[in-house]
């Protein structure tokens, strides 16, 4: 009985009747929370007294970056799920998840880029933190090409779990090697265990710009789930009688 809610939150069609709510809010939280920290920071952050205006954008850079390490997490977990208890709803979110990641991990490079240039000179260096971030590019990129790759989409799905679950020994390289390394990448801002580095004023529209991004995640992820369980459980009764209606 205590399990009951874990098996029916892996039922595809439980999901999808759960969350027909959910995406009718998360995406115009997620753009009022985003649009509102946007004018927040353009208008009342004050510049930074050595980078000046150009470190603004640092508050895509650092919401992206947290959404492309932790989209990994969610993928791999939804892959270990998928694995052990055969849930179709995990093999589904893991193969949403990472177009959703590679995104995300692009977006970072590329803002990372753009802010390396007029505070390092360069929009590249291959130092342990932008390498390891583009190694996560190309893992997602790799299950996204493994979910491609087989006609099977049970055996698409084990392998791009295996590659997910392997991956994940980047995750931590990511994290810690601006510690293990010394190199030209800022050493981490937000810190669970000391006080930040930032000051307030900064500080605190940046946790603004994360939930956002948090809650953009959710939106664009249940949105694909939906999709997905569509594609795959189309030859169900009860998906036959919701595309029905809605061709009505």
């Known amino acids: 009985m205590g399990w009951q809610w874990f098996h029916r939150l892996g039922s595809p069609r439980w999901f999808y009747q759960k969350t027909e709510a959910w995406v009718r809010w998360l995406g115009w939280l997620a753009f009022l929370i985003i649009a509102g920290t946007i004018f927040w920071v353009m208008a009342f952050v004050p510049k930074d007294y050595l980078q000046g205006h150009s470190f603004r954008i640092f508050y895509l850079h650092v919401p992206t970056s947290m959404m492309a390490m932790g989209g990994y997490y969610a993928m791999a977990i ?15 979110s893991m193969r949403c998840i990472a177009p959703m990641g590679a995104a995300f991990t692009f977006l970072a490079l590329v803002t990372g880029g753009l802010w390396g240039k007029p505070t390092w000179g360069t929009y590249w260096v291959w130092d342990g933190r932008t390498t390891s971030t583009l190694i996560l590019f190309f893992l ?19 392998f791009s779990a295996l590659l997910a679950l392997v991956g994940m020994v980047n995750i931590p390289i990511i994290k810690w090697s601006v510690d293990w390394w010394n190199t030209l ?25 994360m939930v956002g991004f948090y809650c953009f995640f959710a939106w664009a992820l249940i949105k694909a789930i939906r999709i997905e369980i ?19």
């Open 230 to 248: 569509l594609r795959r459980e189309y030859r169900t009764d009860w998906v036959k009688q919701i595309i029905a209606a809605e061709n009505k």
């Open 185 to 209: 990448h800022q050493p981490a801002t937000i810190k669970l265990t000391e006080e930040s580095t930032m000051h307030g004023s900064m500080l605190y529209p940046l946790f603004v710009m």
């Open 140 to 158: 997602y990129m790799g299950v996204v090409a493994l979910q491609n790759a087989y006609q099977n989409q049970q055996m698409a799905d084990r």
């Open 78 to 92: 939804s892959g270990a799920i998928g694995l052990i208890w055969r849930m179709k709803l995990a093999d589904m």
